[in-house]
């Protein structure tokens, strides 16, 4: 069986970031955050190969990507990485995936008093809808791996508000708490070991699962409709050529596909 590990760096154990600041690398955290992130990955690896898992290729997909050191991952992983793919998960489309591992992943961008939540861009956009409802990269990302790799996300690893956004569309999912909320910048968090362990645990029992797992859908066609910060980036998605866009107002657009790898 083969898996796919997708690693963001918000929902990492023991990461709340600073005031005013993404997770980049000029952020004090970032580097432990890229560190945490291996170990987090590492473990998980590990459950997947002990339970007889035969490949298991890790999707850097922070920011622009090239955020872990990859000689400190499992040698046994192949490593998706970098920018200018065609969508989310492009180039393992052919591999046969029977499960994806959401990890470091966090809350969608309209959740109150969540840690670092936001989505796709916390700069950019104020949220995203999918056929009138929120939703995050958590629920995005599930959408996109049922479209492009036919497999179900069977595990999510978050701060407690994106473990709960994830189990009320994903009721089948494992998952793991990495720490929980109080503010935007700040948690009651739990020692990284701690949860090092039971990723490990709750991503065997994932595996020992799949037979449970579902691939996460929703109904055609999709309207989008995404808020933006600024009134410049609305008109200039509303003066697009690829789609045809209704501006609502001076932040927000709407427009419907009919597969969901269309949404960006």
């Known amino acids: 069986m083969n898996f796919v590990i997708a690693v963001d760096l918000e929902g990492i154990s023991c990461v709340v970031g600073t005031p005013n600041e993404g997770l980049t690398k000029d952020n004090v955290q970032y580097k432990f955050a890229c ?61 046969l995936i029977d499960g994806v591992l959401l990890i470091g992943y966090h809350a969608k961008a309209d959740t109150s008093h969540a840690i670092l939540a936001h989505t796709c861009n916390s700069t950019k956009y104020q949220y995203i809808k999918l056929n009138n409802k929120t939703v ?31 189990i009320k569309e994903l009721p089948w999912i494992k998952s793991v708490i990495t720490k929980y909320s109080i503010g935007r910048n700040a948690g009651l968090l739990k020692h990284p070991s701690t949860v090092l362990d039971e990723i490990y645990k709750n991503v065997k029992d994932a595996y020992m699962h799949i037979g449970d797992m579902k691939k996460y859908k929703i109904k055609k066609p999709i309207q989008v409709e995404i808020r933006f910060l600024r009134l410049e980036d609305a008109q200039a998605a509303n003066n697009s050529k690829t789609k045809e866009i209704n501006l609502l107002d001076p932040y927000t657009i709407t427009y419907n596909i009919n597969k969901i790898m269309e949404i960006y």
């Open 35 to 95: 560190e945490q992130a291996v170990r987090e990955v590492n473990q998980a690896t590990k459950a997947l190969y002990d339970c007889g898992a035969k490949k298991v290729y890790v999707w850097d997909n922070h920011g622009g990507s090239l955020n872990l050191d990859y000689m400190t991952l499992d040698k046994r992983v192949n490593i998706l990485a970098g920018v200018g793919l065609k969508h989310r998960f492009s180039g393992l489309e052919d591999k």
């Open 136 to 166: 995050g990269e958590i629920e995005i990302d599930a959408l996109l791996a049922a479209a492009n790799l036919k497999a179900p996300v069977i595990f999510v690893s978050s701060d407690d508000q994106g473990v709960l956004q994830a």
